[in-house]
Structures are given as C-alpha cells and as structure tokens.
C-alpha cells in the first residue's frame, strides 16, 4: 500500500493509502510507459511460472550450498504437505426446560 497523503489533525497523524496494487500494476497504469515497453512487460508476465520459479531457486540454492560445503551430503528439500487443522470448538451444553 503505498501513502497517499499525511494529515495533522488535533495531535493526531492520519494517513491515508492508496489501494494495494503490485509493482508490475503500478508500471502498467503509469502514463510514463510505452506501448513497446507495457506490452514486452504484459509478455513477461504472462509468461512466469510462479511454481517453476521456486523450483529453479531451490535448486540453484541446493548447488550454491554445495559449493560452499563439498563434504556434506545435501538432501533435497521436503516438499511441503498441506496438512489440515482442526479447530475444537466448546459445543454449548444442552438446557433442559422442566
């Protein structure tokens, strides 16, 4: 979110914020850009594979790890399980009305 404006009102600091938007629809909605350059950017983008992305960081990060330490054995990354959770929730106790 980026600050719109800065207020002082009775003591107090009010800020203000634009809506939340990623750098990609900042550029993409700026004037300053040119069509050749919003559409190599659209290209781009629409081309990233965010999980593909994670892929190569790790694997590259396991090759960097290796340089740095050849006499360990480097395991691969546990891939990560989504496990569900369960919330108890008190159940109200019955009333009875006699």
């Given at each position: 979110m980026k600050l719109q404006s800065k207020e002082r009102a009775?003591?107090?600091i009010k800020r203000r914020y634009d809506t939340a938007k990623t750098?990609?629809?900042?550029?993409?909605?700026?004037?300053?850009?040119?069509?050749g350059v919003r559409r190599e950017l659209s290209r781009v983008y629409r081309s990233l594979n965010p999980a593909k992305l994670k892929r190569e960081?790790?694997?590259?990060?396991?090759?960097l790890y290796q340089a740095k330490h050849p006499s360990q054995k480097?395991?691969?990354?546990?891939?990560?399980?989504?496990?569900?959770?369960?919330f108890l929730i008190a159940q109200?106790?019955?009333v009875s009305v006699t």
């Open positions: 009775s003591g107090k750098p990609y629809q900042r550029v993409m909605e700026s004037p300053d850009v040119s069509e960081i790790d694997r590259k990060l396991t090759l480097v395991e691969s990354q546990k891939k990560l399980h989504p496990s569900t959770v369960t109200p106790e019955p």
